[in-house]
């Protein structure tokens, strides 16, 4: 008994039952209804999308016993002939093994003569662009100005070869790929209609690996039902093709979501196991990816209530942010597969990669953040955590040392507490003179007292211990070790001037024995110091204290480091109603998108430490692809101002005038003087006049 495969069995026989092409249906349908047929027809397209096809079916509308039709009956002598390759008036010559000259030349003799059974004689020349250039130009009289009774059909998958002379000469139609939507479709009647029992998921993975042929996809259930005995289930599929099934791909994105390097790990041995193809499973990986961002940025378009349900973990569990560096690292990985020592290393690789990258940090990551795990680098503390406060579990601070000569001190950015050496004989080296200065701030300043401290109370030795911040927080020109900037980035701009000299470090002893010493006159001014022999750094003596404007006055050198200062910070004032937004948020340091949501919103008002601010309706996808850009711009207003601030940020339509907005204004305005400034230059006007110039405004750039 003979089978006929389902590619030739299935072949579409009119235009109704086609599939797909609809553009090239609907121009034909036309032409054929109202009789404005072109003599020269050229189909361009990938393999299996319908070319051969589409030319058979325009072959028997032209010779339909029952007329010129768009809809031929298919049960006419001429259209059976046609359909069973016997029909002599229809001819289809394969260009690839008769492309010379002499092939050609012996089909236009015979275009010359009339048809023999049907109503035009139709050549239908398949890969065309294996033609040789002869050949080409033997064609070119013919297939301009051929007999009324011959139809030219020229399809090809390369219409770059074809020469400019012969693509003028014919009308032509791209055919598109087929989407994978319409070939699981398709195939799904069909096997309903040869009654083989098959998976949905199945034809997914077929179609997929048809990359849009059809007539590929065909071939591909052909071997499914031979590789299933009679049935298309999707794990013989999967393994008759070596893809990479959802299910790995899920338990791969969830190690990652959970943080499970071992299970990620013990995925890829599974992989590795089954013999699955590491290049197919990147590319599978990124296409789940970009379904996940979809679901993430556009939710309607997953209509799949199934694939939804699948995806909305992922979508909880990963950042756009992340997403965006996922795809790339999963569409770079498949390159750099070529250059690994084997696809097994290079795969595992580009998880770990994925791994490495990932937003969430280890949970016991941030005590060591907040510790100031690090000597001499910034640390920040947890978000909700206070500056200043200390982590649980730290030891008592130690006592510190007093300073080892009479030196005024300003209330500049603290200097962390060096421990020195026990046995540390050599004499301190002398410390760098503060040279006066006269400052110029923004805002004059009240004039600086000098007084002179109070002895220190006399203590008692203790056990060095690490250092923590005191309770009290940190203000502008204070702060504590526990502060989330680092000391020498928290100051203003305006009390630079008053701390152009170093200050003086403060040494830490494992033991401190304290004495009272007579308190020292105020100091007006630094002398030289002189070097200080280290067994002199226990005797404590007064220390004066240079207050900055507006900064709190710092505990005595005899109080614990945990006891809070004697004299607490004043509360600051209420912020000022009439902010210039456009001159704040230039000054705050942003960049990227957190730039773009200040410049493209504007300040309603500011109340009890809170900004209200209105985003502009047309940018409000500024909030969707930067979740965190609000918390950036609260935490920059918040180290600009030096106290705690919040702000809210809401959608709708711009009522004053927003940063960006004055931006582009006063860019069109310089733009504007430049074109004019140009237009009555002399030199300019000579051109124009003597030359016939233009001036090109849209290349002029204002400096």
Known sequence: MAYQVLARKWRP??????????????????????????????????????????????????????????????????????????????????????????????????AVYAPVQGRYKVYMIDEVH????????????????????????????????????????????????MPP?????????????????????????????????????????????????????????????????????????????AGDVQALLGAVDAMEARSLSFDSALQSL?????????????PAAITDEFEAARLRPYVEAF??????????????GRDELALAPDETTGFSMSLLRLFAFRPEQPAGLGGVLASGGGQGQARSLPAGVPPGTAPSGAAPTAAPRPQAAAAPVVSAPAVGAVAPRAAEAAPVPPMPAAQPVAPEPLHQPEPVAVAPVAPPAPAVAVVPAVPVPPPAPAVRGEPGHGSSV?????????????????PAPAMAAPTVVQREVPPAPAVQAVAEPRPVPAAALVEPVAVAVVEAPGAPAIAPSGAPAGEPSAAP????GPLPGNIDWHALQDGLGLGGLNLQLAQHSELIEVANDLFRLRLASDQKHLLQINRSGVERLQEALTTHFGRPLKVHVEVGDIATETPAQRNQAEKAERHAAAVAALQQDPFVRELIERFGATLETASVKPL
């Open 569 to 572: 910070a004043q509360p600051a």
């Open 13 to 110: 026989r009119s235009f109704e039952t086609l599939v797909g092409q609809e553009h090239v249906v609907r121009a034909l349908t036309h032409a054929l209804q109202t009789g404005r047929l072109h003599h020269a027809y050229l189909f361009t397209g990938t393999r299996g999308v319908g070319k051969t096809t589409i030319s058979r079916i325009l072959a028997k509308a032209l010779n339909c016993e029952t007329g010129v039709t768009a809809t031929p009956c298919n049960q006419c002598a001429a259209c059976t002939a046609i359909d069973a390759d016997r029909f002599p008036d229809y001819v289809e010559m394969d260009a690839a093994s008769n492309r010379g000259v002499d092939d050609m030349a012996a089909l236009l003799d015979q």
């Open 286 to 298: 990124a296409s789940l990816l970009h379904r996940i961002a979809l679901a993430q940025m556009a």
């Open 319 to 332: 950042d756009p942010e992340f997403l965006q560096l996922a795809y790339q690292i999963a569409i770079h």
């Open 486 to 502: 680092p000391p020498w980035e928290d100051l203003p701009p305006e009390a630079d001037a008053y701390f152009q000299a170093p």
């Open 130 to 177: 294996m033609l040789t250039g002869h050949a080409f130009n033997a064609m070119l009289k013919t297939l301009e100005e051929p007999p009324e009774h011959v139809k030219f059909i020229i399809a090809t998958t390369d219409p770059q070869k074809i020469p400019v002379t012969v693509l003028s000469r014919c009308l032509q139609f791209n055919l598109k790929q």
């Open 181 to 257: 939507g319409h070939i699981v479709g398709h195939l799904t009647r069909l096997l309903e209609a040869e009654a083989v029992p098959f998976e949905p998921g199945a034809l997914r993975h077929i179609a997929k690996a048809a990359s849009g042929s059809m007539r590929d996809s065909l071939s591909l259930l052909d071997q499914a039902i031979a590789h299933g005995a009679g049935k298309v289930e999707e794990q013989a599929v999967q393994d008759m093709l070596g893809t990479v099934g959802d299910d790995h791909l899920h338990v791969l994105l969830g190690a990652l979501a």
